[in-house]
């Protein structure tokens, strides 16, 4: 190998190894120890996991976090895939129909989330009645879940127009002379063909929305109460706020843990049904 190789890949490695692997130690060793943030620490094995399982604040945060992010990738996937398909056909303003749909990804999360705290604060209820449906306690994840899918179905539009455009218009008059309708159209000659994509996005979606953050700081904080508080979030309030640094840490190794069997669980179910043309 060329000295070229070297001097690309080893600065990498070494950047990587710092700034990802060491602190991904650190983290796992802290994890054993009753580490509170700062100051000394003493060993304690495997404690700090045995106690996540006990611990009625973790349990309800991993069913709010499952809850909105079951919810929030399938509403994101199916008005993603709804909404390309309808690009795709031959509609006019076509290309500027694609840049405002995909306007919402390039938004700040925290800002499009501090605008819709106000909406459903003082906007919404003027309007239609009512009151805040963040400050309900049963409805606020419903805000939430709102906003989330606003914003990621820009990127699995995007996504799903790629796949769109590798179907072969001669399939779509085939199935056209055979007699199918729009619906067997898509049911039997897009839907399997773009499987791959929609794989891709059921993945991707799900990771992010496991791993919500910003979307719940900026509209309820976790509130009202402890109704909408997620794992990132308590990670981060328990561990940096909190003085559990070390027990947010194991939660934080689990959670880790959890998201890629929850990722090659989806990987492995998906790809049963995708087909090569």
């Known amino acids: 190998m060329s000295r070229a190789y070297y001097w690309m890949v080893v600065p990498a490695f070494v950047l990587f190894f710092l700034l990802h692997t060491v602190p991904v130690l650190q983290g796992f060793y802290y994890s054993l120890t ?27 945060a991993y069913l709010f976090t499952f809850q909105f992010a079951i919810v929030a990738t399938i509403l994101t996937n199916v008005i993603a895939l709804a909404v390309a398909v309808g690009l795709n056909a031959r509609i006019r303003f076509q290309t500027a129909l694609r840049g405002i749909y ?12 501090y605008i819709f705290n106000y909406l459903f604060a003082n906007s919404v209820p003027a309007i239609f009645g009512g009151t805040n449906l963040l400050a309900d306690p049963d409805l606020a994840w419903i805000g939430i879940v709102i906003v989330a899918v606003w914003q ?12 769109l455009q590798t179907i072969p218009e001669d399939l779509h008059e085939a199935a056209m002379i055979d007699g199918a309708g729009r619906w067997r159209r898509f049911w039997s000659v897009v839907f399997p063909l773009i499987a791959p994509f929609f794989t891709v996005n059921m993945v991707l979606s799900a990771k992010n929305f496991l791993q919500v953050f910003d979307h719940i700081v900026a509209l309820t904080n976790g509130g009202p109460g402890s109704a909408t508080t997620s794992v990132s979030l308590l990670i981060y309030t328990g561990g940096f706020q909190g003085g559990e640094y070390a027990y947010q840490t194991a939660n934080a190794i689990v959670y880790f843990v959890i998201i890629v069997l929850v990722s090659i669980f989806q990987l492995r179910i998906l790809q049963r049904r995708e087909v090569t043309m």
Do not use: C, Q, S, T
Not at 152 to 163: E, W
């Open 102 to 113: 995909f306007i919402p990804n390039v938004l700040a999360i925290l800002i499009v989330g």
């Open 152 to 163: 990621a179905v820009a990127f699995n539009i995007v996504i799903y127009l790629a796949g």
């Open 34 to 60: 009753d580490y509170p943030g700062y100051g000394e620490h003493a060993f304690v094995g495997i404690r700090n996991y045995v106690n996540l399982f006990k611990d009625d604040r973790v349990l309800e």
